[in-house]
């Protein structure tokens, strides 16, 4: 481990912490609008979590000898940086007993960092406001770290886990490519600050008040799912409201320097994107499929307007690993349990707030699939898997067999362990992909109508273990137990 | 469709017709000597079958112009093949009424010829003797017919589809490879019928009778998994007895060429086989695991020999995809249920008789995956996939990737059908996974203690294809729907 640069990583991690006490006091301010006790333990939080962060810094820029970093501190740090700010993000839920257990605290917190929004409370109502709204926090927060991490920090190293992002990289020297990142950076980051101010406007319009329509932007653009009701967005009974919250979810799954180049310049071109056009099209065909077959159910909703709003909105909020809920779906048949599952494993698209493996990798499968079916025709010809016009190389193909092979390897092992637990295997299976993809819902007592405070101790690790692996696109944190990462 | 071969495929089909109705002819010899009614239905379907393949190889004879076969002519023969095969093996069942459903007769006769061996059967021992026979010789068609087909025929066409056969080929020219294919489909087969005998004798030397020995030593040569008993080896009540099945078993799995080997050089060259040994360890690993888990349940039996030879039995009629039964391990617990449907997934070696995607192919997968995490660190490093010393090419490996995505895409969408025909989630998905690895046991209703007999006829169907594109090799017949196969 020599030349190990400890500097950049307390560097990192302290500046971050600070950040990240900094949003814990804007949580206070709000608490204090409503004249709320919990406040006090915002501000203990984030006076601990400042002094560790400053700490940290400090230590960091103690040793700064060493200038070079590379791949296995921005690994180390990435994943250090996510624990760290959700076992600092669950001291608010702590410290004032609104979540007694510690357990619960860093679950709570865990699934608001990686937008997972998988929840142990049982009476959000009676959640004091300050919280909700710290709670909230932590999903846009998240929402807005994934991905500055995966458009700044993956591509540095190449390799592909960023294909689209290489495209646009294409024809520039690694020198320029600092510059080109942090434009890309600041891009993605107005295109999220302004969906987050559109997308508050838009909600404070229809029947939520100020405070319900921050917590709900927070929650939808950073495709988190967390609520403030525990009937989630039905609680509102509006259909003005799950039309804007299908519309924000819907940006927070897309790529988002495509929304930035839509808006920019009002042009199309946004359709000329394959992995687009995939993603429009499965929620277009979902939708379609599901409507159809609770019609031949007989399972509908009093207007036909009701019966497409309820299922576009379970399916967008399915395909964009949401977890917003308008409906229990799980009730309407073990047929459509697949379907969701089939939709949160291949979701939302890369450079965007969603999990899961990413449409832009099943695009990927689907063409390689057709690529060895002609080859095995014509083994002449020379055909390659292409996107968007520009081809593939065989390592970028082989990179996403891994990808796919591991994230469905880790499910497995997860349900397996979580059925250890005590979980039937519909829940085993459900969680497991719920939250390594960080969608919140599970089958059976952790779907819509159900909730995570039945699942044991030992489960919610697993659980958060899944999710922080899965939101970080499973190599960088896998990256760290292996002996190559560490011996060069 | 210019220039197709017609004649290369009503030939062909029409000379397995008229093998099957010979074998159909031994079936009712056996029952003349149990003097049994059913030997009517018997001849008469040798005869229809005799008829049919001779009017098809005449056909064939009548056009017998082009001499040139290619990939298309040998994909639709072959599928072809399995399906007749299949159809005029399901007449000695429904014509005497042992079957009277079409459907359940052909459903029947696809469990044999596929090697599955699930069953809508209720009363086993009440089945004339000749169709049981006739029953257990269609798993053991099927089990030389697939051994025979995937190393004869796909590796005419290269393309990597049976890797470890390409590994032998090396270095040999094309002119040379037709004799090379014959010498391996010989010792093969002489493998398949000594391992028969073999069988045969070691089964009639513990409590079974001669006919129950012939009709157990089909099945599990062939790792098909009918029975004549409803309780299928647990019947026998023999310590004896089991260990021959689980040796018999174990033979069915390992790739024929490395027994043949093995048996005529006497060397233990069979170690040094990668596949072998993970087959080997993935035995032994399950098998600990397992028996280790159920003590710690305290969910054992009233031996350690017992517990350990039970749970061995388990673990290798599932990583053979034989699916016999020595006891209901899906009583175990649900954690178990994942396990065996991992076993049941990557399973077997390739050019055995086994069903699943192939252990080879899983082996491919890790070192892919090993190699991915290994250019990520080195990016400037040439690291590549090798098994036994042998390089493979991107070719392959994308290959691997098309079949495993195929494979788990066949597997999902065959569960959402079946869920759709009433099956809950776990039957649904258990069932899929199982008749695709032609294992033969689901879950739920259709267990060890259950059977098919509940399915609906539309399910039926379902699993027929699943058996049929997952005994094939997925390509086989899924290359039938593409048009590149068809326009050239
Ligand atoms: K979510
Ligand atoms: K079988």
Same mark, same amino acid.
């Given at each position: 481990?020599?030349?190990f640069?400890?500097?950049?990583?307390?560097?990192?991690?302290?500046?971050?912490l600070?950040?990240?006490?900094?949003f814990?006091?804007i949580?206070?301010?709000v608490?204090?609008?409503?004249?709320?006790?919990?406040?006090?333990?915002?501000?203990?939080?984030a006076?601990?979590t400042f002094?560790? @962060?400053?700490t940290?810094?400090?230590i960091?820029? *103690?040793?700064?000898?060493?200038?070079?970093?590379?791949q296995?501190?921005?690994?180390?740090?990435?994943t250090? +940086?996510? +624990?760290?700010m959700?076992?600092? @993000?669950a001291?608010?839920?702590?410290?004032?007993?609104?979540i007694?257990?510690?357990?619960?605290?860093?679950?709570?917190?865990?699934?608001?960092?990686t937008?997972t929004g998988?929840?142990?409370?049982?009476n959000l109502?009676?959640?004091?406001?300050?919280?909700h709204?710290?709670?909230?926090?932590?999903q846009?927060i998240?929402?807005i770290?994934?991905i500055?991490?995966?458009?700044s920090?993956?591509p540095?190293?190449g390799?592909?886990?960023?294909?689209?992002?290489?495209a646009?990289?294409? @024809?520039?020297?690694?020198?320029?490519?600092?510059?080109r990142i942090?434009?890309?950076?600041?891009?993605?980051?107005?295109?999220y600050?302004g969906?987050?101010?559109?997308?508050?406007l838009?909600?404070?319009?229809g029947?939520m008040?100020a405070f319900?329509?921050?917590?709900?932007t927070?929650?939808?653009?950073s495709?988190?799912?967390?609520?403030?009701?525990q009937?989630?967005?039905?609680?509102?009974?509006?259909?003005?409201?799950e039309y804007v919250?299908?519309?924000?979810?819907f940006c927070?799954g897309?790529?988002f320097?495509?929304?930035?180049n839509?808006?920019?310049?009002?042009?199309? *071109?946004i359709?000329k994107?394959?992995?687009f056009r995939?993603y429009?099209?499965?929620?277009?065909?979902?939708?379609c499929?599901i409507?159809l077959?609770?019609?031949?159910?007989?399972?509908?909703?009093?207007?036909?307007?009701?019966?497409?709003?309820?299922?576009l909105?379970?399916v967008v909020a399915?395909?964009t690993?949401?977890?917003?809920?308008t409906?229990?779906?799980?009730?309407?048949?073990q047929?459509?349990?697949?379907?969701f599952?089939a939709? +949160?494993?291949?979701?939302?698209s890369? @450079?965007s707030t969603?999990?899961?493996?990413k449409?832009s990798?099943l695009?990927?499968?689907v *063409?390689?699939?057709?690529v +060895?079916?002609?080859?095995?025709?014509?083994?002449?010809?020379?055909?390659?898997? *292409?996107?968007?016009g520009?081809?593939y190389?065989?390592a970028v193909v082989?990179?996403v067999?891994a990808?796919v092979?591991?994230?469905?390897?880790i499910?497995?092992?997860?349900?397996?362990?979580?059925?250890?637990t005590?979980?039937?295997?519909n829940?085993?299976i459900?969680?497991?992909?719920?939250?390594m993809?960080?969608?919140?819902?599970?089958?059976?007592?952790?779907?819509p109508?159900?909730?995570?405070?039945?699942?044991?101790?030992?489960a919610?690790?697993?659980?958060?273990?899944l999710?922080?692996?899965?939101?970080?696109?499973v190599?960088?944190?896998?990256?760290?137990?292996?002996?190559?990462?560490?011996k060069?």
């Open positions: 481990m020599r030349n640069n400890y500097w950049f990583v307390f560097s990192s991690i302290g500046l971050i600070m950040i990240e006490s900094s814990m006091l949580s206070a301010f608490g204090e609008i409503y004249n709320e006790s919990a406040v006090t333990s915002l501000y203990l939080s006076l601990a002094i560790s @962060g400053l940290l810094s400090l960091g820029r *103690k040793r700064r000898k060493e200038k070079r970093i590379s296995r501190e921005v690994y180390l740090t990435v250090l +940086v996510w +624990v760290l959700a076992l600092y @993000g001291l608010p839920f702590l410290l004032g007993g609104a007694p257990s510690f357990t619960d605290a860093f679950f709570e917190s865990v699934c608001g960092f937008t998988s929840s142990t409370l049982i109502e009676a959640f004091p406001k300050s919280l709204f710290w709670r909230s926090f932590t846009w998240g929402g770290g994934i500055i991490f995966v458009m920090f993956l540095l190293f390799g592909g886990s960023s294909q689209f992002y290489n646009e990289a294409t @024809g520039i020297t690694k020198e320029q490519l600092r510059p942090s434009d890309i950076t600041r891009n993605m980051s107005i295109t600050l969906l987050t101010v559109v997308g508050f838009l909600f404070w319009a029947p008040d319900d329509a921050a917590c709900h927070f929650t939808s653009i495709t988190g799912g967390f609520s403030t009701k009937a989630s967005i039905a609680h509102f009974n509006s259909a003005y409201t919250a299908i519309s924000l979810m927070g897309t790529r320097l495509l929304l930035f839509l808006f920019r310049h009002l042009s199309g *071109k359709f994107d394959e992995e995939w429009a099209f499965m929620i277009l065909g979902f939708t499929v409507t077959s609770l019609y031949l159910d007989g399972n509908v909703f009093s207007s036909i307007e009701k019966t497409f709003r309820t299922v909105f379970q399915a395909i690993t949401t977890g917003y809920a409906t229990d779906f799980l009730r309407w048949g047929f459509y349990w697949f379907l599952l939709m +949160v494993l291949f979701c939302g890369e @450079g969603s999990g899961g493996m449409i990798r695009v990927i499968l *063409k390689n699939t057709r +060895v079916f002609r080859r095995q025709v014509h083994p002449q010809a020379l055909y390659m898997v *292409k996107i968007n520009q081809v190389a065989n082989e990179k067999l990808f092979f591991l994230y469905l390897t499910v497995g092992i997860g349900a397996i362990v979580l059925s250890f005590g979980m039937s295997f829940e085993s459900g969680t497991a992909v719920s939250s993809s960080s969608y919140g819902f599970g089958l059976g007592r952790f779907g109508s159900g909730n995570f405070s039945s699942a044991t101790v030992f919610k690790y697993v659980l958060c273990f999710m922080i692996v899965g939101r970080l696109e190599f960088t944190v896998l990256s760290l137990f292996t002996k190559s990462l560490w060069r």
